[in-house]
């Protein structure tokens, strides 16, 4: 998103509005210009910057009266805002505070802070957009761009596709609120595993789907402590009763009561080891396929390794 971002731009003066537009502009993004807060607004809610830069003090409204309407919209509580300000007491960065306000620029300001400090807030801004609101973990959008990087870099690496086994059935007896516990739990044990790996990166697909892209060297070893893991805490997240019978009876997809295995889960391991990954299609298409013949073994956990050439 970042280079193709739109930025509202909002200052009284004229020779400050040029100069930072064209230092934007320069840098690839969009730049919308206002010269006073009211138009600031309206251009906000016409259109819909990436990311605000306004004046603290302009005409009709100031910055921080710009900031106090914009965030009162549900779409907006989320822009990133930077307030352009020659002011630099503490009192002021204080009252800030209380609006939601991402960052200041100090004027003058020079090319290379401006651009930096743009950059940096569109990347935190499009992490929070993407991120799951559950585990907090990256989404779909970062898990292809990762492992678009990764078959660009040519290097080994390997892509971990995680499943887990008879979560539905689970979700329909316990309910949604315990089916959120579990997918927290899962999620941390990925993510305490993928530490094997310090450059791993774990997305959450959806669901009770999970990624890791790690190098390959740690693939097999990361798919073991996820495996093993999630069986010795499988247990936990049953009651009593269940947990002594070590089944649980539910209703399946006919509606005829049947008794499941406890939670498990299937890891298939994609890999470039063996043969080229040349798209994130690819690599999703064969990792779809080993996690199903992995969710197939019939007890426990259980990962796939692609071995074919």
Sequence with gaps: MEHNAKILLA???????????????????????????????????????????????????????????????????HTPIIIFTAVTDKSTK????????????????????????????????QQKMDSNPLTHLPGNPSIQARVEREIASQKPFAVLYCDLNN???????YGFEAGDRVLKATSEIIVDAARQDPESFVGHIGGDDFIVVCSFDKAEQIAKIITTTLDKTAASFYTPQDQQQGFMQSTNRK????????????VGI??????????FAMVSNIGSELKCLAKQHEKGSYYVMDRRS
């Design 270 to 279: 994609v890999h470039n080891t063996k043969k080229p990954l040349t798209s």
């Design 94 to 125: 204080l009252e800030g505070l209380g609006l939601d306000i991402d960052d200041y620029l100090t004027k003058p300001a020079d090319e290379d802070e401006i651009v930096a400090r743009v950059k940096l807030l569109l990347k935190r801004s």
């Design 11 to 77: 200052d009284d003066s004229h020779a400050i509005r040029f100069l930072v537009s064209e230092i934007l502009t320069n840098a690839g993004f969009t730049v919308i210009q206002a010269e006073d807060g009211q138009q600031a607004i309206d251009k906000t809610y016409k259109e819909n910057p990436d990311l605000l830069i306004l004046d603290y003090e302009m005409p009709k409204k100031t910055g921080f009266e710009v900031v106090k309407e914009v965030r009162s919209r549900t779409g907006y509580l």
């Design 167 to 173: 979560f539905k059935s689970y979700n329909d007896k």
């Design 255 to 266: 509606g005829e009561t049947e008794n499941f295995p406890f939670l498990a889960i299937g």
